[in-house]
């Protein structure tokens, strides 16, 4: 298969996976993520309600857009949620057309932590108040609350941990922003009228912090310089801007627990080294 054909099914796969998570299709999705005109856009979109997924797409004239009909069934794409979240989390083009390549191709082995399946009638509606700035009332289950919630949420931004998928947005039972992970959302959430709660106002999400690392000094001069190899330090340390309510989830990567100190630093190897300027923000409370 050319390349001008690979092209034409990731355009084919892309199209599925917006209308059917997103609920809302246009040329510009297309015009604007593979720098095509929208004479071309038009054509793939017609293209695939003919040839490759008939009866998928609906044309709704008040949207100005197509959505996914009630009958839609994935023609290119597995309908999975980890489909549309790959491509906000800047997954691969190549793995997103080819999938699992063949032993023949490739000798890789790659280890992953359990699906969190979302079905789209929760994530759609989720999207759409993020992008709307809809007030949505939602059932919603925690450790500390096993049984069913309800309470009403405006989402702003979906965010990706490393590990799992989370909504950070506006609680009006708390009155504050909080993190909502998207896998303990139960039923289908309704949404509601407009909020003036756009996430502006989320100052803790907007606050930036710089978090340094550096080899444990506990190791010889040698080990720390492998160490600093590994994570591509300057100077012995490495620094990053980060959202200050996603540091805890960045520690979980590095695994780092500023609680303690493992007893042998080959096994810990980094530190913080301005744990007390970043300390306000290692405990989160919501």
Known sequence: MNATRWEQ?????????????????????LCEVFGIGRQQASKDINNYKRSIGPGNLEYDGTAKGYRPSATFSPSVTQGKTEEYLDILAGGSEIQQILGQLPDSLTATEVLSVPTRQIPPSILRPLILAAKDHLRVEVDYVSLNQPDREGRIIVPHTLVWTGLRWHVRGWCEKNQDYRDFVLSRFR??????????????????????????????????????????????????????????KLLPYLLQLLRLDPTQVMEDPRAQQIVIVNQTDVEAWLFPSG
């Open 187 to 244: 039923g289908e959430p309704e949404l509601l009228n407009a909020s003036d709660q756009t996430g502006g106002s989320d100052d803790d999400w907007h606050t930036l912090v710089t978090i340094q690392i550096a080899p444990d000094p506990r190791l010889t001069a040698d080990q720390q310089a492998v160490v600093a190899h590994d994570y591509g330090m300057t100077d012995g340390k490495w620094q990053l801007p980060v959202r200050a």
């Open 9 to 29: 099914l990731l355009r084919y796969r892309f199209i599925e996976i917006i209308a059917l998570w997103e609920g809302r299709l246009t040329t510009r999705h």
